[in-house]
């Protein structure tokens, strides 16, 4: 575990997780959170030191969350050394258009709202929404993202969406050095395990966003009765409700568990946490900084997985 040092020369252990912003404005669920709490996340962060990762997207609240980290990071002062502020580029929402010019006018507003000038990463996103050959295109979103990151303004090019079929074909045409999966490497679903390994033999940096499934790995008796964004099923239920048993027997809080089946996994260099306020950053730190015992492990290897309910089932239910 790496150390970041502190104002006063304090050393502090830099924690393998990313702070996600895409629940700043209810999406599915839930209340938007007030500005002074986005913005009070944001400088608790840049004080703390443990989390070194910000993570955005030019269509979370429409541009919202990307303003408001935008006027975080001038009420500081600047970005901290060491902190990276990323972000993605979106297709238009309103009209739906995936193309090569609507990319880059995708990083010209996101640089404008976060007051960059330039991306240290930058992922394209849910590229699901187009086609293939649309996306690879010699006038596309991918050649026009290469193009920019050619010139300087981006640093890293990664790509981020949901199916693991397709998102293993971005990964195999050796553009990217960077990998978000969501919703797809949890306790309850491992679509995403062989998409995993693919990216992290090629030496791509894996970011393993939504290890909660959209809440309902939080607590139990769930909060939620969805996992990401429908009606959770029956068998993905049973499996939350066995995990959870095991997590009883051992004394382990379930969110712990779910926290760190994804950040106790070498493959995976970053776990993307969604967070809304400074208490939620204090409580992802105190999970992340607890110990699952092995024996935990070794009893929950037993709990049954309710394979043709995941994201993505393993005789594929998307085809690109």
Request: aromatic share 6%; glycine share 10%.
């Amino acid at each position: 575990m790496a150390c970041t040092v502190l104002g006063g020369g304090a050393l502090v252990a830099e924690l393998r997780i990313a702070a996600g912003s895409g629940t700043w404005l209810a999406f599915l669920v839930g209340e938007d959170t007030d500005e002074a709490d986005s913005i009070a996340l944001v400088h608790g962060i840049f004080a703390d030191g443990r989390v070194r990762t910000i993570d955005t997207s030019n269509n979370y609240g429409m541009g919202e969350s990307e303003r408001r980290i935008g006027k975080a990071i001038r009420e500081y002062g600047g970005v901290p050394d060491g902190v990276v502020i990323q972000t993605k580029a979106d297709r238009d929402m309103a009209t739906g258009e995936f193309t090569g010019e609507r990319m880059r006018r995708s990083l010209e507003e996101s640089l404008e709202r976060l007051g960059l000038d330039r991306f240290p990463v930058l992922h394209l996103h849910d590229p699901e929404n187009t086609s293939w050959d649309q996306a690879m295109s010699d006038d596309g979103p991918v050649a026009a993202l290469v193009a920019a990151r050619d010139e300087g303004l981006i640093g890293e090019l990664g790509v981020a969406g949901g199916p693991v079929r397709l998102m293993r074909r971005f990964v195999d045409t050796g553009l990217f050095t960077r990998l978000i999966t969501h919703n797809r490497f949890t306790l309850v679903d491992r679509s995403a395990d062989e998409l995993i390994s693919a990216a992290h033999e090629r030496g791509i940096h894996v970011s393993n966003a939504s290890p909660y499934g959209g809440g309902i790995l939080t607590a139990w008796p769930p909060t939620v009765g969805r996992y990401a964004y429908d009606v959770i099923k029956p068998g993905m239920l049973r499996s939350c409700d066995g995990f959870a048993a095991v997590c009883a027997d051992h004394g382990v809080t379930l969110a712990a568990a779910a926290l760190h089946w994804s950040l106790d996994d070498p493959r995976i260099d970053e776990t993307i946490v969604g967070m809304r306020s400074l208490r939620d950053l204090e409580s992802t730190i105190a999970l992340a900084e607890q110990t699952v015992p092995a024996a935990f492990w070794d009893d929950a290897a037993s709990v049954p997985l309710a394979r043709d309910e995941w994201q993505d089932v393993p005789d594929g239910r998307w085809q690109p």
